[in-house]
């Protein structure tokens, strides 16, 4: 394989700056984050600068080869994601009473992580390869596609994480909705999804799920409990007020109110430090960025490429917005990290992967 | 040309940019609109992290009976976080329960190292009184709460309080220690007995509850709660019915007895008078009890059994006995004559007996106790030879027995006196040593093993209050098994003379403890009336006997020291017999009624 030095210029700068700036403060509200935490502080953050630098060797990786190339490995890819979902159904390491990780050689993986972009890339190529030109997807075509989505999403919520089994779900649907699929396919899905949630809610979902969606609509229904945490994240953020209380110097987290407040709820201490003016310039970012991403699917003539990044944009885009939702209150609590942000090597390395299948599809746009 | 999905571009960043205006009111709302609230809410909001005292282990006696449990008390708390003026909560508390103010200052002080949110202990144990009017005071009492917490109880009071102990609060000072690195001021530790010397088995975990306070310190609700593990309880080989009948005996007397199984060395009763109160040692010590305890000048807080050091007398002739007649110095029939007194030196040592017992052998001179035998005996032997055989004995060392703070006896030698006087031994000083005066010195436990060691003809057990540990759900984590310490190889036909001469000093007419005969048992011992050379705080002579029983099969080794009691055969050897009365008699009956049941 040879590196032709010319792609090197057309890699897309300004979109590895805006990644970089979210990971930079990323890794400085950790310090925050984790200073109340026993195991102390820098041993969370080491691990995730560790995890920082398998994802850049990973970006390289998939920056070296085209991006049609890793597409055609796709199925490849998805059914070795799959093997580890089921064998994390397995053997997984239990924490927090959910089996999600894999520890290999001391380091605990999640490789429901890695579906995420996975699937993107296995959807984007199969979709494509039904496409005619100028006509919509019929219900046929994506049958397939659909079931091979559906079974890593059921393994998910087994292990039980409700959070990514949503956010392939939605990007699922937004990556169909891109791609284009006929009005009666449209009408099926809607019924299937209707006819989903009376049975995910009875067989699939944990009680501790239910309560979460339940608290979200009655607040006062277990305010010791679930209802709780929520109150204390909305406090959390709302007592930084427009300024916020300082880098450092948020005090929520460490009465160990809030739960998950290094992943999930990272955005609780990100609030309460920086306040108003600091939040809205972090969502600047992240709209800046998945801006980016966009014009980057847009400016892509190849079909395929084109749906391999508004796919990770999507991917992104429902993290980003479900996350912030929970964390103040707006969305029932699911275990949705924050991209770049949350305390997680596993997130952090598919949400690079993801931003490297958009940066290869940007260097190579030109060249059919 | 116009790419392929314009319009559906358009329409992700409307959505992203609703998203982004949803986010940013809902911030509004959060952060500027309800900021200030917001902010009240998260510094009122505080946990805190409540310790759950456990429970520490029991202790059972060998029929299974409670001798120390816990009972619900209320301790009252000062948490300084919570006081809104010092001087009203201070004052206010010192008057409300007429509590001196300095202490309370000192007590809050003691902990400034602490958290503010730290409880600080004031006072346990409230009365109902005392708790309805802090309750009912609440309001004007900002900081003040008060705990139900388990506290130490032991049901027999007094009695067994030496083998027992007390716990009380952990000082300032011992926390300073690496030693009580995982104590917390408030927290109780061991400080005497038992408690002492199986803290670490009988202290258990304690719990946590996180809650959530208001501004004011009052509990909004429980986050959640780690139960507290209580200690692991204590089987001891004491014998509560047996202790009660001995403390019966002792009362309105000092001193000190120590009972075991010879075959075991499991301690049977354990007394030393005067006796303190544990439950009010530990409850927190109020001043006034620790004062009088402390300052009491018989001190109650020795434990006269394993720590009082007394001339053992007449009961230590069994030692030169044995000395001699191993060493083939004398034997069974070498005789001395007694006229009442012994010539040495230019003094003359005299016989309890003035007018003498006339010719004496070992058999005699043990069983009527005649001195000028064993002036004779013991000058022929030697002080070393004697220090020797008591050596053998285990007089020379600790028992071992498991109880803090037990002190060796001594039994002098020649090089004992070069090296602590730097003088050489002199015959006169033999003299005495023979009859268990001068510089020997033992404890009651001591001579208990040397009875044991007579009783099991030359083999002794180490002494041995617990008998196993017990875990709260009932899995026995250890089993003190008996120690052998000691085993002796000497003439057997010398300890079995002096075995046989003591069952004659109890059983037979002429024997010193004659009136203290058993109908149905051979109780084998020997009395001792030892002078008290110490400066001291009465007045009289040091009443002793040692015993076994029964004489053919031992399952009794006892001393029994009344302390200024006079004589060892009218002041101890009848408690002696009480305690083999009521032990072995107790025992038939259980035989007895074992045969019936399996008759049945």
């Known amino acids: 394989m040879h590196i032709d030095k010319r792609r090197f210029y057309h890699l897309d700068w300004y979109l590895i700056c805006n990644g970089f700036a979210l990971i930079a403060v990323g890794m400085l509200n950790l310090v925050s984050a984790t200073r109340s935490i026993d195991s102390g502080p820098y041993n969370l953050l080491i691990k995730q600068l560790a995890a920082l630098l398998v994802g850049l060797v990973a970006v390289a990786i998939v920056l070296a080869y085209d991006y049609r190339l890793i597409a055609g490995y796709s199925k490849y890819l998805y059914g070795i994601t799959l093997a580890l979902i089921i064998i994390v159904l397995i053997l997984g390491t239990i924490a927090g009473g959910a089996k999600r990780w894999l520890t290999i050689a001391g380091f605990a993986f999640q490789p429901s992580e890695l579906m995420k972009p996975v699937m993107v890339l296995l959807l984007a190529t199969m979709l494509h390869q039904r496409k005619r030109e100028g006509e919509p997807l019929t219900l046929k075509d994506i049958m397939l596609p659909l079931v091979l989505i559906f079974a890593p999403c059921v393994l998910i919520l087994k292990q039980p994480d409700l959070g990514t089994a949503v956010v392939l779900l939605l990007s699922c649907m937004c990556m169909l909705w891109f791609v284009g699929i006929t009005k009666s396919a449209y009408a099926v899905l809607l019924g299937l999804s209707a006819a989903c949630v009376p049975i995910f809610w009875k067989y699939l979902m944990k009680p501790y799920q239910k309560m979460r969606i339940l608290s979200l609509l009655y607040p006062d229904l277990d305010p010791s409990g679930y209802g709780y945490h929520s109150i204390q994240a909305k406090i959390a953020v709302g007592s930084g007020g427009f300024l916020g209380k300082g880098y450092l110097n948020g005090t929520q987290h460490k009465l160990h109110f809030i739960p998950e407040h290094h992943t999930d709820f990272i955005f609780t201490v990100f609030g309460e430090e920086w306040g108003f003016i600091g939040s809205i310039l972090l969502f600047l970012l992240f709209v800046s960025f998945m801006l980016r991403c966009l014009k980057i699917s847009r400016n892509t003539s190849d079909e395929l490429g084109a749906s391999i990044a508004f796919g990770i944009t999507s991917v992104i885009f429902i993290q980003f917005t479900i996350n912030i939702l929970m964390a103040i209150n707006l969305a029932p609590v699911v275990g949705i990290p924050l991209p770049f942000i949350s305390y997680g090597g596993s997130s952090l390395i598919s949400s690079l992967i993801g931003a490297g299948l958009i940066l290869n599809v940007n260097m190579r746009r030109y060249m059919f | 040309m116009e790419p392929l999905n314009e319009g559906k571009f358009r329409w992700c960043k409307r959505i992203i940019l609703l998203a982004l205006i949803v986010l940013c009111m809902r911030l509004f709302d959060l952060q500027i609109l309800k900021g200030d609230d917001m902010r009240k809410l998260s510094e009122q909001n505080r946990v805190r992290i409540k310790k759950i005292l456990a429970p520490r282990g029991m202790v059972y006696d060998r029929n299974g009976k409670v001798v120390a449990d816990t009972r619900p008390s209320f301790n009252l708390y000062v948490i300084r976080e919570d006081i809104r003026d010092f001087n009203q909560t201070v004052d206010g508390l010192a008057k409300l329960l007429r509590l001196d103010r300095e202490e309370i200052i000192t007590k809050l002080k003691e902990a400034r190292d602490y958290p503010s949110s730290f409880p600080v202990k004031i ?67 061991g400080k005497f007995g038992l408690e002492k010397q199986y803290e670490q088995y009988l202290r258990g975990i304690d719990g946590a509850q996180r809650v959530e306070v208001d501004a004011t310190g009052r509990e909004v609700r429980v986050l959640d709660t780690r139960d507290p593990i209580a200690g692991n309880s204590l089987h001891i080989n004491i014998d509560m019915d047996l202790q009660v009948a001995v403390e019966k005996a002792f009362e309105g007397k000092k001193g000190g007895c120590v009972v075991s199984d010879p075959k075991t060395g499991g301690v049977l009763a354990l007394v030393s008078r005067p006796a303190f109160d544990p439950n009010k040692l530990s409850s927190g010590v109020t001043k006034d009890y620790w004062a009088q305890i402390s300052n009491d000048k018989t001190h109650p807080l020795q434990n006269r059994s394993t720590q009082g050091r007394f001339p053992p007398g007449s009961t230590f002739k069994m030692v030169p006995a044995l000395a001699a007649l191993d060493k083939g110095i004398i034997n069974e029939h070498t005789s001395f004559s007694c006229s009442g007194g012994f010539f040495f030196g230019n003094r003359t040592f005299k016989c309890w007996k003035k007018g003498g017992h006339g010719s004496v052998a070992v058999r005699r001179g043990i069983v009527e106790s005649c001195d000028v035998f064993f002036y004779n005996t013991g000058l022929k032997a030697g002080v070393d030879r004697i220090h020797d055989m008591a050596k053998i004995i285990g007089l020379t060392k600790l028992t071992g027995i498991d109880l803090p703070g037990e002190k060796a006896g001594l039994v002098p030698s020649t090089e004992w006196k070069q090296k602590t006087f730097g003088e050489k031994w002199y015959e006169g000083e033999t003299v005495s040593v023979a009859i268990g005066q001068g510089a020997v010195w033992l404890t009651p436990v001591q001579l208990m093993q040397l009875a044991a060691f007579i009783a099991n003809e030359g083999v002794t057990f180490k002494p041995q209050i617990v008998k196993r540990v017990v875990a709260p759900q009932g899995k026995v984590l250890k089993v003190f098994e008996p120690v052998m310490s000691a085993n002796a190889n000497i003439s057997k036909q010398a300890i079995a003379l002096v075995r046989d001469a003591m069952k004659g000093v109890v059983n037979e007419p002429g024997g010193t403890a004659y009136a203290s005969r058993l109908q149905n048992i051979n109780m084998s011992g020997k009395t001792g009336t030892a002078q008290s050379t110490s400066a001291g705080l009465g007045k009289g002579d040091h009443a002793w006997f040692v015993a076994f029983a029964p004489h053919e099969n031992p399952a009794l080794a006892m001393a029994v020291l009344v302390e200024y009691g006079g004589h060892g055969a009218s002041a101890s050897a009848p408690i002696a017999k009480i305690i083999t009365q009521s032990y072995l008699n107790r025992e038939q009956k259980e035989v007895k009624s074992a045969k019936l049941d399996a008759h049945r």
């Open chain 2, 123 to 189: 006072e346990s144990d409230l009365n109902m009184d005392q708790v309805a009017k802090v309750e009912a005071n609440k309001f004007y009492l900002p900081g003040v709460t008060i705990q139900i917490e388990p506290k130490r109880n032991y049901p027999y009071g007094i009695m067994l309080a030496h083998v027992l102990g007390y716990v009380s609060e952990v000082s300032s000072e011992e926390l300073k220690t690496k030693e009580y690195k995982e104590y917390a001021p408030g927290d109780y530790v």
